[in-house]
Structure formats: structure tokens, C-alpha cells
């Protein structure tokens, strides 16, 4: 046989002791659990230990009044949302008004019929417990808007310690490739009187660097993926890595082409990039397949390749940011991190895992209809 439950805890303040013990009987037959108190400074002490769902206040105590006890109960924290019945000899209206306003419920007059008392004490606790149960939702849902905040705040952070790192990455391109071609092409025009041969070696030079800002302004703001969307975008970033890197990339797809806002085409595009980069630069792959599937509801990008796989360690706990010394050693950990922080921001998700054989597997997923978020959120 089950044990029944108790009921809400109530705490009795009345220094009559006749009273006390009344008050606590009629209370335990109904199940109500029961602590006493005679004075208030004993009443302040249990209301904040015990957190009862009521106090049942007298008016009059040796150490103080009811009125000013209940102002001081809300004047804590841990003590101003009890509800407070005041017992009062005095039924008159001046009384009542003054219970109100010090922040009383409710009020019974002496002597009391047991009735009335125990109607109005049950119907005090309903709404004590209905409102808790608010005000700890309230609370549960303030502290997840501040732990959006929080997470929101260090996003902010982290796109911009990305945004920095992209530049470094493309001033670091701009001068290894392009610029050096261009400084060869200045060296052959002052070098010496023009010949077949020197206009030649311009023309490539010159070719050369053309062919470099082309692909460099595509792989910033790809065209091809406004004229003909993501899957055509990958395709050509594949045949660039092959060029690039020396990775054979397979593309493949399956469903309907998806509806996707600029941005998540943009993101998508970039992190594909990522991946295929990471995989060259860090596993050292020699090939890799990239799937584009779209199930009508979310669309997803799978990068699967042939190399060294990801450090199991730093794969256990990928959400660990790694720092200046080792995010060239996790296999391009902070790059796959501020890749995942981009897709959170777009309500989709970066997912890693090593192959059975050998290998790893990235994927990008995100509903493909998702209304773009604003720019300033």
C-alpha cells in the first residue's frame, strides 16, 4: 500500500499556545504538514529555512506586530512571494485595510470556525503552489534567455575572431600567389628591352594572376551560386580543389533542389569549402566524396574523405575551442569550430565522426525553408 503524500507545509505564528495547538490539529488532519512559531523573530527564522506555502499570522506578538512582521517577510528574497492570512481579534474595516496593505492575502477573525479557516487555507496554498510553479518557469526561462544571451555574446566573438582569421588567410593568399606573379611581371617590363619571349612570359604571368583574383572572388562571393544555385557552386569548387590541392572530388546528389535563403547558400558553400580544405590541408586525403541530399524538409552536405581522420581526443569534446597552439594540430579544430558556431547561428548543425575504415565524415544540416535570420540578431 502506498504512503499518501503530504501536503504543503504551513507555517502557525501565534504566541497563545492554545492556539497553536489548535491551529496545528485542524491543519495535520487534512494532511497539511505544520511548523510554529511563537514570536517574530523565531516566524522570520522558519519562513526562511522552511519555505512553507502559507503563514498563519497573528496580529498581535510579544516582539513585534503582524503588520510589520509581514513587511519584513517581504522584504527578503527568499521570503516575499508566501503568501500571509492574518488572525486578528478585530474584524472592523480599518483592521483589514491595514493587513492588506502590509502585503496580507487574507484575513480570519477570532475565534474562527474551523470550516471557513481550512476553506480559505486550502484555497491560499492552491494558488501559492500554482504560483510557484509560474514563477519557476518565469525564472527557468529568464535563465535561458540569458544563457541565449551569454551564448549569443561569445558568437558575436567568435565571428569576428573569424572574420579576422579569413582576412589573414586571403592577405596570406593574395601575397604567396598573386602578388608574386605580379612582381615577376614588374621585374620582366623593367628589366630589359621588350622580346617575343619576355611578352610571352608576361602574357602567362599576367594570365596567371587574372586566373588567381578570379577564383580567389569566387570562392568569396561565388556568382554561380545566385545564377545557378549550390549544387553547380559545389561542382566547380570541386574541380578547383582538384587544381588547388590535388584532391579528386566525387559530387553527388539526391532530391528536389531546395529553396534556400543567400545566406544559408553562402554558408553552406563556404563550409563545403572548409571541409574540402581541411581534409587536404590537415588529413592529408587524396579523395573525397561530397554528397548534397534535401529530403524536402532539410537539406544536408556530407563530406566524407580518405585521410588520417580527427584526433580522438579533440573528437570527444569538439565544442572546446581550441586555442592559438593547437588549432593547427586538431586538424583544423578552430576552423571547424567557428564553422559550427555559423551554422548554429542559422539554426543548423556541424556534425564529425571518424570512418570505420579510414577516413572521416563531416555534415552540415539545416532546414532548407528556414527564414534567414536578421542581421543584427
Not at 510553479?133 to 561569445?154: I, T, V
Request: aromatic letters at 4%; hydrophobic letters at 45%; proline letters at 4%.
Amino acid at each position: 500500500m502506498s504512503t499518501p503524500v503530504p501536503k504543503a507545509e504551513i507555517l502557525v505564528v501565534d504566541d497563545d499556545w492554545a492556539t497553536r495547538v489548535l491551529l496545528s490539529g485542524l491543519l495535520r488532519q487534512q494532511g497539511y504538514q505544520v511548523a510554529a512559531a511563537s514570536c517574530g523573530a523565531d516566524a522570520l527564522t522558519a519562513a526562511g529555512a522552511r519555505q512553507p506555502a502559507l503563514i498563519l499570522l497573528d496580529v498581535m506578538l510579544p516582539d513585534t506586530d503582524g503588520f510589520a512582521l509581514c513587511r519584513e517577510l517581504q522584504c527578503v528574497d527568499a521570503t516575499r512571494r508566501i503568501p500571509v492570512i492574518f488572525l486578528t481579534a478585530k474584524g472592523d474595516e480599518h483592521e483589514v485595510v491595514r493587513g492588506l496593505k502590509a502585503g496580507g492575502v487574507d484575513y480570519i477573525v477570532k475565534p474562527f470556525a474551523a470550516e471557513v479557516l481550512l476553506a480559505r487555507v486550502d484555497t491560499h496554498v492552491t494558488l501559492s503552489q500554482l504560483s510557484r510553479g509560474l514563477y519557476r518557469a518565469l525564472d527557468e526561462h529568464a535563465e535561458r534567455l540569458q544563457q541565449a544571451n551569454r551564448r549569443l555574446r561569445a558568437l558575436n566573438m567568435e565571428m569576428a575572431t573569424v572574420e579576422e582569421r579569413q582576412r589573414r588567410q586571403l592577405a596570406q593568399q593574395l601575397h604567396d600567389t598573386t602578388i608574386q606573379e605580379l612582381v615577376l611581371a614588374r621585374i620582366l617590363v623593367e628589366g630589359g628591352p621588350a622580346t617575343s619571349e619576355r611578352r610571352d612570359q608576361l602574357t602567362g604571368l599576367l594570365a596567371t594572376a587574372i586566373d588567381q583574383l578570379r577564383s580567389l572572388v569566387f570562392e568569396l562571393s561565388p556568382p554561380m551560386l545566385q545564377r545557378r544555385g549550390l549544387f553547380d557552386a559545389l561542382e566547380w569548387l570541386a574541380a578547383e580543389m582538384g587544381q588547388q590541392w590535388g584532391l579528386e572530388v566525387i559530387c553527388e546528389r539526391s532530391g528536389a533542389p531546395p529553396v534556400l535563403a543567400e545566406v544559408q547558400a553562402l554558408v553552406l558553400f563556404q563550409g563545403a569549402r572548409e571541409l574540402l580544405i581541411n581534409a587536404a590541408k590537415h588529413a592529408e586525403a587524396t579523395r573525397a566524396v561530397l554528397t548534397l541530399s534535401h529530403d524536402g524538409d532539410r537539406l544536408t552536405i556530407v563530406v566524407s574523405d580518405d585521410g588520417r581522420g580527427f584526433e580522438p581526443g579533440w573528437l570527444a569534446d569538439p565544442d572546446a575551442a581550441p586555442g592559438a597552439d593547437d588549432g593547427e594540430t586538431a586538424r583544423g579544430g578552430f576552423g571547424l569550430y567557428s564553422l559550427r558556431s555559423r551554422m548554429e547561428l542559422l539554426g543548423g548543425c556541424l556534425r564529425l565522426s571518424n570512418r570505420r575504415d579510414r577516413g572521416a565524415e563531416a555534415m552540415l544540416s539545416i532546414r532548407a525553408h528556414a527564414a534567414a535570420p536578421d542581421s543584427d540578431a
